[in-house]
């Protein structure tokens, strides 16, 4: 069998990609559809018709729901079999986080069980540690928080305050401290707290359970929406830690902390893309039911775009996550096969897809912020009202853009990652940037290009590269040290870099349907792909052309500027037509159907 070439993080800026080569999630397998069903049926039958309940926080509710999903196997996928999981891959985690994404408030407390409150132990703790934790965790009879932040530190996690001192007998750490935000807080068994100990420079992390005496909670936050999810500040007041349960290395919390916060991310857009399919099959059903001037609202083309637009922007986002999935898999498998073990492979694997998980993380979380404003809008009167779905979902999807990282930290990590990894040599990044200044003073080749819509495609995606190669290189080159303080820069650089991104893995997985099917089958999906294609033209463009005018000047700019225009010009299309052709696909089915 021919060995599949192994993508790097952070490639696609500079290499092309075989759309045979993406996991896309029509090739999901029947073990995969089956555990997708599995919460499917879970959300249904245990979440739904009690949501009144969970969102009033009923005394030992979400914890009896965990219970259930862990017997049922959704708080183990990740985790290996000898410890009581299934240990499945990547890809399959990222499925049941998309699946789990439909479950309204309740998907913060599973998120959180499952992701931050055990995945620290299972990468980083002991063989003493995993077996004493991890098969409580995976069946749910103990619940998992995470504490790192705290009322002085949020995105500069390293500032923490909470303090850890050596008792005098040497067997256990003494933490005093206060933590807040703290998911699961009210109903949590194990909690990974980070703290420093005496006057360490960086933070170290905790394996603490409640029952060790000195943890107080706040009473329960009252927030803008995840009503139904626990969050509370968390105190210790000198907790007796056994210095067993220190996890991983001392001052190896911060890097623990990023490294959980990657995995973090990336399954946040999974359940972000989840939580939006739900909204845009409310938005289909109401669009369809409602009637004004006598017939169904969503005969209208002004709703139509906005179904249509709805659908684009999920679809491309999920492209973007479940090739990304594979990505880490696939860097996994080679980690492993090179002799090192699944926990640190997997690691690595993700921490070569940081810039990645971040550009997902601030891609779904924007998207699934559209779907449900514009999921109001469909509803009318009916979707202010708190006895209608999207009242609550509006309220609901804010934090995403807040958790894991605000975005405007995400954007700028996304630049800062992909930088150091070029400065580590992990990453050409220079040479193409060199490539495309060249190309700036050559004549523009006018020739008639290709008639093959995924050709046409590529060429553009392949201009989209070159146009934020040219402005990040050119940034780097002219500020220098300096970038790092012009925030607005990164984040234009980043924008593109995002859309790029996102426009391409949408590109691969319509090409790759079109290697099983006609391209009729996928007329619809061929019309997303252009549509969003068409769309970041004019969004690269905008972000690059506020970063030059931002830094460069004189000759330099204009030619720079007629460059852009150039990597960013377009074919007229009928965008108008193509939206039309997604949405009466979605009112015909009446649910989101791609």
Not at 39 to 68: H, N, T, V, W, Y
Not at 229 to 246: A, G, H, I, W
Not at 293 to 319: D, M, N, T, V, W
Request: proline letters at 2%; glycine letters at 8%.
């Amino acid at each position: 069998m021919e060995k599949k070439d192994v993508l790097k993080g952070g490639e696609f800026l500079i290499k092309e990609t075989e759309a045979a080569n993406v996991f896309i999630p029509e090739d999901f397998d029947e073990e995969q559809r089956m555990i997708a069903d599995t919460c499917s049926d879970f959300i249904k039958q245990e979440i739904e018709p009690i949501l009144d309940r969970i969102e009033k926080q009923e005394e030992g509710l979400s914890a009896s729901l965990m219970e259930k999903a862990g017997e049922l196997g959704l708080l183990g996928i990740s985790v290996p079999e000898d410890l009581g999981g299934f240990g499945k891959d990547f890809v399959t985690s990222m499925l049941t986080s998309e699946i789990i994404g439909g479950a309204h408030s309740f998907a913060v407390s599973i998120s959180a069980h499952t992701g931050i409150g055990t995945l620290p132990i299972l990468y980083y703790g002991t063989a003493d540690q995993k077996q004493k934790y991890i098969p409580n965790l995976a069946s749910g009879v103990w619940k998992a928080a995470y504490c790192l932040t705290e009322p002085s530190s949020g995105s500069d996690a390293n500032s923490a305050k909470t303090k850890a001192t050596l008792s005098e007998d040497g067997k256990h750490y003494i933490l005093n401290g206060q933590k807040m935000w703290i998911t699961n807080a009210g109903f949590a068994h194990v909690f990974t707290v980070f703290a420093k100990i005496d006057d360490d420079a960086d933070m170290t992390a905790f394996i603490i359970e409640k029952d060790f005496g000195g943890v107080t909670l706040n009473p329960e936050e009252k927030k803008l929406g995840i009503k139904g999810s626990s969050t509370r500040q968390v105190f210790f007041n000198d907790c007796k830690v056994p210095v067993e349960n220190l996890l991983g290395e001392r001052e190896g919390g911060f890097k623990i902390a990023l490294n959980i916060l990657n995995i973090g991310r990336i399954k946040l857009a999974g359940s972000a893309v989840g939580g939006s399919k739900k909204i845009i099959s409310h938005s289909v059903n109401y669009a369809n039911e409602r009637e004004q001037f006598g017939r169904p609202i969503s005969k209208y083309g002004a709703i139509k775009h906005k179904l249509a637009e709805q659908c684009i922007k999920i679809f491309a986002s999920e492209s973007a996550i479940y090739r990304c999935s594979q990505n880490i898999d696939d860097a996994t498998k080679e980690l492993m096969d090179g002799g090192m073990d699944k926990e640190a492979a997997t690691l690595e694997g993700i921490r070569q897809f940081a810039a990645e998980a971040a550009i997902l993380k601030v891609h779904a979380s924007e998207a699934l912020d559209y779907v449900v404003d514009e999921g109001v809008q469909i509803y009318g009167g009916m979707g202010y009202s708190a006895e209608a779905p999207m009242e609550s979902a509006y309220r609901d999807a804010r934090i995403n853009r807040i958790f894991e990282g605000t975005n405007e930290i995400n954007r700028m990590l996304i630049v800062d990652m992909l930088l150091k990894r070029a400065m580590k040599g992990e990453l050409d990044l220079m040479g193409p940037a060199q490539a495309v200044a060249k190309e700036l003073m050559s004549i523009p080749d006018f020739g008639a290009g290709s008639d093959d819509i995924f050709e046409q495609a590529h060429d553009q995606v392949k201009n989209f590269k070159k146009a934020a190669l040219m402005v990040a290189g050119s940034a780097a080159q002219k500020l220098m040290m300096e970038l790092a303080k012009e925030q607005e820069v990164l984040m234009n650089i980043s924008d593109m870099i995002i859309e790029i991104y996102v426009a391409e893995s949408t590109l691969l997985r319509v090409e790759k349907l079109s290697l099983s099917k006609s391209k009729e089958e996928i007329s619809e999906e061929i019309e997303m792909m252009n549509v969003y294609i068409y769309d970041v033209a004019d969004k690269i463009n905008k972000f690059g052309k506020d970063a030059l005018n931002s830094f460069a000047e004189g000759d330099e700019l204009r030619m720079m500027l007629m460059g852009l225009k150039r990597f960013t010009k377009q074919q007229p299309f009928n965008v108008k037509n193509a939206r039309r052709k997604v949405a009466d696909k979605l009112i015909a089915e009446n649910k989101y159907c791609y």
